[in-house]
Protein backbone atom coordinates (compact mmCIF):
# COMPACT_ATOMS: atom_id res chain seq x y z
CA UNK A 1 0.00 0.00 0.00
CA UNK A 2 1.22 2.97 -0.71
CA UNK A 3 0.57 6.56 -0.38
CA UNK A 4 1.45 8.35 -3.33
CA UNK A 5 -0.49 10.15 -5.81
CA UNK A 6 2.04 10.38 -8.58
CA UNK A 7 0.43 8.33 -11.24
CA UNK A 8 3.39 6.74 -12.40
CA UNK A 9 1.50 5.13 -15.17
CA UNK A 10 1.39 8.50 -16.68
CA UNK A 11 5.14 10.01 -15.75
CA UNK A 12 7.18 6.92 -16.90
CA UNK A 13 5.94 7.47 -20.85
CA UNK A 14 5.37 11.18 -20.62
CA UNK A 15 8.97 11.58 -20.03
CA UNK A 16 10.05 9.34 -22.73
CA UNK A 17 7.32 11.22 -25.40
CA UNK A 18 9.08 14.20 -23.88
CA UNK A 19 12.74 12.74 -24.65
CA UNK A 20 11.83 11.66 -28.36
CA UNK A 21 10.08 15.08 -29.04
CA UNK A 22 12.76 17.24 -27.62
CA UNK A 23 15.64 15.15 -29.55
CA UNK A 24 14.01 14.92 -32.54
CA UNK A 25 13.45 18.86 -32.92
CA UNK A 26 17.13 19.31 -32.05
CA UNK A 27 17.65 16.78 -34.74
CA UNK A 28 15.49 18.34 -37.00
CA UNK A 29 16.85 22.31 -36.32
CA UNK A 30 20.38 20.64 -37.06
CA UNK A 31 19.57 19.12 -40.48
CA UNK A 32 17.37 22.27 -41.54
CA UNK A 33 20.43 24.92 -40.48
CA UNK A 34 23.25 22.01 -41.86
CA UNK A 35 21.09 21.70 -45.49
CA UNK A 36 19.18 24.80 -46.25
CA UNK A 37 20.37 28.02 -43.91
CA UNK A 38 24.28 27.06 -43.76
CA UNK A 39 25.22 24.19 -46.18
CA UNK A 40 28.79 23.43 -47.38
CA UNK A 41 30.82 23.38 -44.36
CA UNK A 42 32.39 20.32 -42.85
CA UNK A 43 31.06 17.79 -40.64
CA UNK A 44 32.71 18.84 -38.00
CA UNK A 45 31.72 22.41 -37.90
CA UNK A 46 28.06 20.85 -38.10
CA UNK A 47 29.12 18.60 -34.77
CA UNK A 48 30.23 21.71 -33.30
CA UNK A 49 27.04 23.76 -33.76
CA UNK A 50 24.94 20.89 -32.81
CA UNK A 51 26.92 20.66 -29.46
CA UNK A 52 25.93 24.46 -28.96
CA UNK A 53 22.41 24.70 -30.54
CA UNK A 54 20.71 21.66 -29.14
CA UNK A 55 20.36 22.71 -25.44
CA UNK A 56 18.54 26.11 -26.95
CA UNK A 57 16.07 24.33 -29.12
CA UNK A 58 15.54 22.08 -26.25
CA UNK A 59 15.01 25.24 -24.35
CA UNK A 60 13.12 27.05 -27.09
CA UNK A 61 10.96 24.02 -27.80
CA UNK A 62 10.57 22.22 -24.38
CA UNK A 63 9.68 25.08 -21.77
CA UNK A 64 6.12 25.45 -24.03
CA UNK A 65 6.17 21.68 -24.35
CA UNK A 66 6.27 21.08 -20.36
CA UNK A 67 3.47 23.53 -20.25
CA UNK A 68 1.23 21.52 -22.51
CA UNK A 69 1.80 18.65 -20.32
CA UNK A 70 0.98 20.17 -17.31
CA UNK A 71 -2.18 21.36 -19.02
CA UNK A 72 -3.03 17.90 -20.03
CA UNK A 73 -1.85 16.54 -16.81
CA UNK A 74 -4.54 18.69 -15.17
CA UNK A 75 -7.17 18.04 -17.05
CA UNK A 76 -6.70 14.37 -17.25
CA UNK A 77 -5.16 13.71 -13.73
CA UNK A 78 -6.58 16.22 -11.67
CA UNK A 79 -5.38 16.86 -7.93
CA UNK A 80 -2.35 14.36 -8.97
CA UNK A 81 -1.45 16.56 -11.47
CA UNK A 82 0.65 18.58 -10.17
CA UNK A 83 2.69 16.17 -8.32
CA UNK A 84 2.83 13.74 -11.39
CA UNK A 85 3.76 16.74 -13.60
CA UNK A 86 6.74 17.38 -10.88
CA UNK A 87 7.71 14.61 -11.03
CA UNK A 88 7.98 14.39 -15.21
CA UNK A 89 10.64 17.16 -14.58
CA UNK A 90 12.86 15.44 -11.52
CA UNK A 91 13.21 12.41 -13.69
CA UNK A 92 13.99 14.80 -17.06
CA UNK A 93 16.10 17.06 -14.88
CA UNK A 94 17.90 13.95 -13.50
CA UNK A 95 18.89 12.59 -16.70
CA UNK A 96 20.44 15.87 -18.11
CA UNK A 97 22.80 16.48 -15.36
CA UNK A 98 23.91 13.01 -15.37
CA UNK A 99 24.51 13.34 -18.76
CA UNK A 100 26.50 16.90 -18.41
CA UNK A 101 28.34 15.46 -15.26
CA UNK A 102 29.61 12.53 -17.42
CA UNK A 103 30.27 14.41 -20.56
CA UNK A 104 34.13 15.03 -21.10
CA UNK A 105 33.48 17.71 -23.15
CA UNK A 106 30.91 19.46 -21.39
CA UNK A 107 31.50 23.20 -20.33
CA UNK A 108 30.19 26.12 -18.09
CA UNK A 109 27.86 26.93 -20.92
CA UNK A 110 26.63 23.18 -21.26
CA UNK A 111 26.17 23.34 -17.60
CA UNK A 112 24.39 26.97 -17.03
CA UNK A 113 22.39 26.20 -20.19
CA UNK A 114 21.12 22.99 -18.26
CA UNK A 115 20.25 25.07 -15.34
CA UNK A 116 18.42 27.72 -17.20
CA UNK A 117 16.59 24.38 -19.09
CA UNK A 118 15.82 23.14 -15.61
CA UNK A 119 14.34 26.26 -13.98
CA UNK A 120 12.31 26.79 -16.81
CA UNK A 121 10.92 23.53 -17.69
CA UNK A 122 9.89 22.94 -13.79
CA UNK A 123 8.62 26.42 -14.03
CA UNK A 124 6.35 25.56 -17.08
CA UNK A 125 5.04 22.44 -16.17
CA UNK A 126 4.55 23.55 -12.72
CA UNK A 127 2.10 26.34 -13.99
CA UNK A 128 0.43 23.93 -16.67
CA UNK A 129 -0.17 21.75 -14.03
CA UNK A 130 -1.48 24.19 -11.34
CA UNK A 131 -4.07 25.98 -13.97
CA UNK A 132 -5.58 29.55 -13.54
CA UNK A 133 -6.05 30.35 -9.71
CA UNK A 134 -8.29 33.51 -8.23
CA UNK A 135 -6.06 35.77 -6.71
CA UNK A 136 -3.54 38.57 -7.38
CA UNK A 137 -1.89 37.24 -10.28
CA UNK A 138 -5.39 36.09 -12.17
CA UNK A 139 -5.88 38.24 -15.29
CA UNK A 140 -9.53 39.51 -15.22
CA UNK A 141 -11.17 38.36 -17.99
Known amino acids: MTNTTIRWRWVI ?7 LVLISAAVGWVAFYSYVLHAGQPDAYYEGYATAASPIVSLVAGAPLFFVVGDRFRRWLGADAVKSAIAVSAIYTTLDVLLVVTWPAATMYHVLVMLVNATAKLAAIYLGARGR ?9
Open 13 to 19: PTFFLLE
Open 133 to 141: RSGALAVAS
